[in-house]
Each structure stands twice: as structure tokens, then as C-alpha cells.
């Protein structure tokens, strides 16, 4: 059964400097990686998807996969204080009824200013 | 529009007492999910409509329910709610696809008391 852990728990970056977050997932066969945000008491919003290796960019958010190690990276540039939220993982593999996604438990994250 | 809709945004409901959660989409999606999420633990998967085909999982197979009236609406219901039951519950929806997107409502803070 799928695993997916997320380090750290949680983080605190002053405004503008570079967050980075870390999922790492158990089943090296899986081909589908996203990461969504969520403000307190809003639902998810889907940041990036990266399907296959290397980095995937949209807006201020860099994705970074390696499947043979199997782990995938969150890097937010330049974050505000209006990025604070936690931050989640989330996994699927290859025809998977439904595209089910297997989620982390997050890593929330404090943007000072 | 890429919205979906959930409704009530809170819910309390007693010991015993039978839930109704509705969620609704405008995108025509084939596929609608429901997950639970409780704090500090990851969303979990419920259950999902892929057009009339309702998936549960194995593990909450007998403890919700849902229907699916048309495309655009899908329900989850607790036939008895216990205290286990408070969380948040999020419906997404998502179009056909291998790597479709799955787009979140705002969820439905449900309070068991």
C-alpha cells in the first residue's frame, strides 16, 4: 500500500526566501504527483503536477522529481505572508481506479514578514 | 468555472443522528470524490462516483454512503453519526483522464456531538 510522508512538519520563512518542502512516497511505480495548498478552513487548491523526472515550474512553485529516490520536492521562490498554509502531497499511480490520490499529512508552513 | 460547491459549510449534528452532505459541480466531471480529513492526519479517501459507479473503500466501506442523482450532484450520507465522525469533508471533482485534475470544494466542517 501506498505511503506517503512529508518533512518537515512544519516550517517558518521569513518573506522572500525560499521554502522548500520534501514528500517522499513508497511505490516506485507511480507516475502522478501534486502538491496542493490549503488556507485554514478553505479546501485545495492544486499548485503544480509533475508526471514524469525533473522540475516543473508554475508561477513561484518548482517541483522537483526524482522516482528513483523516490522523492518529490516543493520549492516556493520568493514566498509572502499570504503563502501560509499547509502544504500537501499527494500520489497516484499508474491506472489506478479513479486516479486515487494518496496524501501526505502536510507541512504547514509560517511565511513572516 | 472550476468551482465546486459544498453545502453546508458546517454541520452539527448529534450522536446517533443521520448526515447528509451535498456537493456540487458545473463542469460536467464523469468523476466525483468524497475524502475526510482530520487535523494533522492526511485526506482520506471515501469513496467516488466514476459516472453511476460508486467506488467505496474497503475500509469505510459500511460507514457512509452516497448517491449520485445526476452529474453535477453527489451526496454523502452517515446513517449514524458518532463522535469518530467529526472532520472535514471534501468533495472534488475531475474530468476523464489518466492525469485529470481533481478540483476541491471549499469542504464541510462536520461537528458530532
Known amino acids: 500500500q501506498q505511503k506517503v510522508q512529508q518533512s518537515p512538519e512544519s516550517l517558518t520563512v521569513s518573506e522572500g526566501a525560499m521554502a522548500s518542502l520534501n514528500c517522499t512516497f513508497s511505490d516506485r511505480s507511480s507516475d502522478n504527483f501534486r502538491w496542493y495548498r490549503q488556507h485554514s478552513g478553505k479546501g485545495l487548491e492544486v499548485l503544480v503536477s509533475?508526471?514524469?523526472?525533473g522540475e516543473k515550474e508554475e508561477g513561484s512553485f518548482t517541483a522537483h522529481l526524482n522516482r528513483a529516490s523516490l522523492h518529490v520536492f516543493l520549492h516556493i521562490r520568493e514566498p509572502q505572508p499570504s503563502d501560509s498554509a499547509l502544504y500537501l502531497c499527494?500520489?497516484?499511480?499508474?491506472?489506478?481506479?479513479?486516479?486515487?490520490?494518496?496524501f501526505g499529512i502536510g507541512t504547514r508552513v509560517l511565511v513572516r514578514p | 468555472d472550476t468551482t465546486v460547491k459544498q453545502n453546508p459549510r458546517y454541520k452539527l449534528a448529534r450522536v446517533g443522528k443521520p448526515v447528509n452532505l451535498i456537493c456540487s459541480q458545473t463542469?460536467?466531471?464523469?468523476?466525483m470524490y468524497w475524502y475526510q480529513k482530520k487535523p494533522n492526519q492526511a485526506p482520506k479517501l471515501l469513496l467516488f462516483y466514476y459516472d453511476k459507479i460508486l467506488n467505496r473503500e474497503a475500509d469505510t466501506f459500511e460507514k457512509f454512503q452516497s448517491s449520485r442523482p445526476n452529474n453535477s450532484f453527489c451526496s454523502l450520507y452517515i446513517g449514524s453519526a458518532g463522535l469518530e465522525y467529526s472532520a472535514m469533508y471534501l468533495c472534488?471533482?475531475?474530468?476523464?483522464?489518466?492525469?485529470?485534475?481533481?478540483?476541491f470544494g471549499p469542504g464541510t466542517r462536520l461537528t458530532v456531538l
Open positions: 463542469m460536467n466531471h464523469d468523476t
Open positions: 472534488a471533482s475531475s474530468p476523464g483522464g489518466a492525469r485529470a485534475e481533481q478540483f
Open positions: 499527494a500520489v497516484s499511480r499508474p491506472n489506478s481506479a479513479g486516479n486515487k490520490l494518496t
Open positions: 509533475i508526471f514524469s523526472d
